[in-house]
């Protein structure tokens, strides 16, 4: 049910970057898009996403420079591609839980599926939370934005609640975001205390229970 996975992740990038990408032959570039990108995340987290350079990505890829080429101009655009992904995802989970009625159920359906999102995109989100500062002023702009509009929804449905909860909604909602982005930020935590995703998500929601319902 997710708007992107490991595997239509590729198809995503590849049709929404059409007029970029040089090469036309769909395989070849779906196979070459995951390695580019595979690769991207592994240097940014050996050396930086900022000193690694494109010659980095071809040694890693195997990829020629001019083959490199065909598919990106720059890291800029890299990474504009990594937060376009993110926004995408996280602008769609929402839509995906529009008919559940309950405010409260609807509100626990959107983190449990945001938490386990950032689980199967974990790289991407690691990325646009940690090197949003590689985005152009205008990418930044939207990486925000798309941060806030998860909030807003939330703030929104927590304002539906009745009784309302203590507090106020946007701050109440800051405080989950906060809490579902641990998850995907600080991963080594977790790792190390055997942490599965499914217990992540519970106790995170049953804290947001009992403070809401």
Not at 29 to 36: G, T
Not at 175 to 180: E, G, P, R, W
Request: hydrophobic letters at 45%; charged letters at 25%; one cysteine or more.
């Amino acid at each position: 049910m997710t708007p992107l996975n490991g595997d239509t992740i590729w198809a995503y990038i590849v049709d929404h970057n059409a007029e970029r990408i040089g090469v036309k032959r769909r395989k070849p570039a779906l196979e070459n898009m995951e390695k580019i990108f595979a690769a991207t995340f592994r240097l940014a987290n050996e050396v930086g996403f900022r000193a690694m350079s494109l010659r980095d990505l071809c040694r890693e890829t195997g990829l020629s420079m001019g083959g490199l080429y065909g598919y990106i101009d720059s890291k800029d655009q890299l990474a504009e591609m990594i937060e376009d992904v993110v926004r995408h995802a996280s602008q769609e989970l929402p839509r995906m839980f529009q008919h559940v009625q309950a405010p409260l159920e609807r509100l626990e359906s959107l983190v449990r599926a945001t938490i386990y999102l950032s689980e199967i995109l974990q790289p991407w989100f690691y990325f646009v939370y940690m090197d949003s500062r590689v985005l152009s002023f205008e990418q930044r702009g939207m990486a925000k934005n798309s941060e806030l509009s998860i909030q807003a929804e939330i703030a929104e449905m927590i304002g539906q609640l009745s009784p309302v909860p203590a507090g106020k909604p946007d701050l109440l909602a800051a405080h989950i975001v906060a809490m579902f982005q641990d998850w995907y930020i600080k991963r080594w935590k977790y790792r190390a205390a055997k942490v599965h995703v499914d217990d992540f998500a519970d106790s995170t929601l049953a804290m947001i229970r009992s403070h809401l319902s």
